[in-house]
């Protein structure tokens, strides 16, 4: 009788114990909690194309001192981003902010640092949030004016693009910045064929990722210091017409869309 209380007594106490840990593990196990993802640059291009989750776009600006973009370079970005994707606003919100990095950036690190200093989520309740940090300093490939380096993070070199300017000016940095701004979007967006397989052949064969076409924003050479050099004069700050299709026909389902964050309910494919 005694044994009998004594295992009785232990197998009690075995029982609460399995309790408490399987608790304890429904509690704070990293099951539970589930990482953001951050994907790969055009991840979120349904998300922005689509508005039954997404009603809102607000870009974070996250800039150090003497780096911060010229408004009419933010305005661009939310006037290009407007034309693409429906949504009841598009905003942007500028916070100066010290990135506590020395030397020079690689991609590893620029994906670090953006989700330690942005502000919340790339999906956060019916926001989609892209995050744009202009820093001091370069990127480790000094030809590199600006890199999208996931589905929602980018990062400018201004300092490198003010260097990137010809001696008269044409184009000029201000109009370097904003296209390479708008060019980093563009990845964002998928472009070209980043998430997708187009329908038209205007992938740049030689610089994949790329359009052909020289008077797109999406063409490679608008993102390497040697812009000045290649185009001359005035700088393509726009989607053209096989980038906008892309985003139409992914929009409407007519290409499938890969490697995405976010699906829409009952997406076709
Ligand atoms: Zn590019």
Same mark, same amino acid.
């Given at each position: 009788?005694?044994?009998?209380?004594?295992?009785? #007594?232990?197998?009690?106490?075995?029982?609460?114990? /399995?309790?408490?840990?399987?608790?304890?593990? !429904?509690?704070?196990?990293? $099951?539970?909690?589930?990482?953001?993802?951050?994907?790969?640059? !055009?991840?979120?291009?349904?998300?922005?194309? =689509?508005?039954?989750?997404?009603?809102?776009? /607000? /870009?974070?600006?996250?800039? +150090?001192?003497?780096? #911060?973009?010229?408004?009419?370079?933010?305005?661009?970005?939310?006037?290009?981003?407007?034309?693409?994707?429906?949504?009841?606003?598009?905003?942007?919100?500028?916070?100066?902010?010290?990135?506590?990095? +020395? !030397?020079?950036?690689?991609?590893?690190?620029?994906?670090? &640092?953006?989700?330690?200093?942005?502000?919340?989520?790339?999906? *956060?309740?019916?926001?989609?949030?892209?995050?744009?940090?202009?820093?001091?300093? #370069?990127?480790?490939? +000094? *030809?590199?004016?600006?890199?999208?380096?996931?589905?929602?993070?980018?990062?400018?070199?201004?300092? *490198?693009? #003010? $260097?990137? +300017?010809?001696?008269?000016?044409?184009?000029?940095? $201000?109009? /370097?910045?904003?296209?390479?701004? &708008?060019?980093?979007?563009?990845?964002?967006?998928?472009? &070209? *064929?980043?998430?997708?397989?187009?329908?038209?052949?205007?992938?740049?064969?030689?610089?994949? !990722?790329?359009?052909? =076409?020289?008077?797109?924003?999406?063409?490679?050479?608008?993102?390497?210091?040697? &812009?000045?050099?290649?185009?001359?004069?005035?700088?393509?700050?726009?989607?053209?017409?096989?980038?906008?299709?892309?985003?139409?026909?992914?929009?409407?389902?007519?290409?499938?869309?890969?490697?995405?964050?976010?699906?829409?309910?009952?997406?076709?494919?």
């Amino acid at each position: 009788m005694r044994g009998y209380l004594k295992n009785s #007594k232990a197998l009690t106490l075995f029982l609460v114990l /399995i309790l408490c840990s399987s608790s304890l593990t !429904g509690c704070f196990s990293s $099951e539970e909690v589930l990482p953001e993802k951050y994907g790969i640059p !055009g991840g979120l291009v349904l998300a922005c194309l =689509n508005s039954s989750q997404f009603n809102e776009i /607000i /870009i974070e600006v996250d800039y +150090e001192s003497d780096q #911060k973009p010229r408004p009419e370079t933010l305005e661009m970005l939310v006037d290009r981003i407007s034309s693409v994707c429906e949504k009841q606003s598009v905003t942007y919100e500028l916070f100066l902010t010290d990135f506590e990095h +020395e !030397g020079k950036w690689t991609n590893e690190e620029i994906r670090l &640092v953006g989700r330690e200093t942005r502000d919340a989520d790339a999906m *956060n309740g019916n926001q989609l949030r892209f995050h744009f940090m202009f820093p001091s300093g #370069k990127h480790t490939n +000094e *030809n590199v004016l600006g890199v999208a380096v996931d589905a929602s993070t980018v990062m400018i070199f201004v300092d *490198n693009i #003010k $260097e990137s +300017e010809n001696l008269i000016q044409r184009p000029s940095w $201000e109009n /370097i910045e904003a296209s390479v701004t &708008v060019h980093e979007l563009g990845h964002l967006l998928g472009l &070209v *064929n980043l998430v997708y397989q187009s329908n038209v052949d205007h992938e740049d064969p030689d610089h994949p !990722g790329h359009s052909s =076409n020289d008077q797109s924003v999406m063409y490679w050479a608008i993102e390497t210091s040697d &812009v000045s050099n290649i185009l001359f004069g005035t700088l393509p700050n726009e989607f053209d017409s096989d980038d906008l299709s892309d985003l139409s026909n992914l929009k409407n389902s007519q290409i499938q869309a890969f490697d995405q964050l976010w699906y829409p309910e009952e997406y076709l494919y």
